[in-house]
């Protein structure tokens, strides 16, 4: 049964979601490598999806260690060099599939290692979901954020010992991620700034999910820019008016990252509108979003 959360986050993902969690894991991770793609899985739409090219990358599939679990994730780099500056890419709920993986290798073309771990590889596969609200049920709803805060710093060590620069780590994800993307600016000393593409920000507490963005905004350690729509069903406005009051609040008490902190609504996009591989995609905003999540990078030192 999906609790009051759960089912917001479902229905900002419609229309067309019902089948796009049917792309294997694997394969999805193969198609980033450029071995295969299981297109009638997802609603793609060919006329607008965008495909990256991993020449000059380092494109590849990994697993490292968090406390005894092999950790899967999916990484682009520039061929060859050394000392990068870091960006976690989180997922949507569908898991770590080509258009998270082309995100990586876009990421990769602007001179970032880019890392994409399975961040709910221990309670199920999404591939082997056809419905969205079942898997939302069955293993989304079953996710710890104190195991995805876990798993992101073992994905943070990793890239500190295959040629990234923990000096330089930045953070960017998508819907279930960008909610990931505001926790974890809350929970980490490396990361320098954050990008959160239309992440929820309130929400109940629950043992699994105990705090939700807009409760930690005092806590946050670095400045995320929000990247939300403004017809996106599942986030209200409203929502991003309290985040906006909260971090007001923790600036003038002299939480710095909070001060810093912005956000951008796109009055006519929807959910998910960065997704080109299904009809929520709007082509200038995401374009625009792309191009703004690169400056505030380099604008907070993950360059």
């Not at 479902?10 to 229309?15: E, I, K, R, V, W």
């Not at 991770?29 to 009638?40: E, M, N, R």
């Not at 080509?98 to 876009?106: F, K, L, Q, V, W």
């Not at 105990?210 to 209200?236: F, S, T």
Request: aromatic share 10%.
């Amino acid at each position: 049964m999906l609790d009051t959360n759960q089912m917001q986050d479902f229905f900002s993902l419609l229309p067309g979601a019902s089948t796009e969690a049917g792309a294997s894991r694997r394969t999805a991770l193969k198609v980033a490598l450029g071995v295969g793609y299981a297109a009638a899985a997802m609603p793609i739409m060919a006329q607008t999806a965008i495909k990256t090219s991993a020449e000059g990358l380092v494109a590849a599939e990994g697993i490292y260690d968090v406390e005894g679990f092999s950790v899967p994730f999916y990484y682009a780099a520039p061929e060859g060099k050394k000392n990068l500056p870091v960006i976690l890419v989180i997922q949507e709920i569908f898991g770590v599939h080509e258009y998270i993986a082309d995100t990586c290798r876009r990421l990769a073309k602007a001179g970032y290692l880019a890392i994409a771990p399975e961040l709910y590889a221990r309670q199920g596969d999404p591939a082997k979901y056809k419905e969205t609200a079942k898997l939302m049920a069955e293993v989304v709803s079953k996710v710890p954020d104190a195991q995805v805060m876990g798993d992101l710093d073992g994905a943070v060590k990793w890239a500190g010992e295959n040629g990234g620069n923990l000096k330089k780590v930045g953070i960017t994800g998508f819907c279930w991620g960008g909610r990931i993307t505001w926790l974890y600016a809350q929970h980490s000393n490396h990361v320098k700034a954050g990008v959160a593409w239309y992440g929820r920000l309130v929400g109940a507490a629950s043992a699994l999910t105990p705090k939700h963005p807009l409760d930690q905004a005092a806590q946050l350690k670095a400045p995320v820019l929000g990247l939300y729509g403004g017809e996106d069903r599942g986030i209200p406005l409203t929502t991003i008016n309290q985040m906006k009051d909260a971090l007001a609040k923790a600036g003038a008490n002299g939480n710095k990252a909070a001060q810093m902190s912005e956000f951008v609504v796109y009055r006519n996009a929807p959910h998910a509108f960065h997704a080109d591989y299904r009809p929520s995609y709007r082509k200038e905003p995401a374009e625009d979003g792309f191009a703004r999540a690169l400056a505030w990078f380099k604008k907070h030192g993950v360059v």
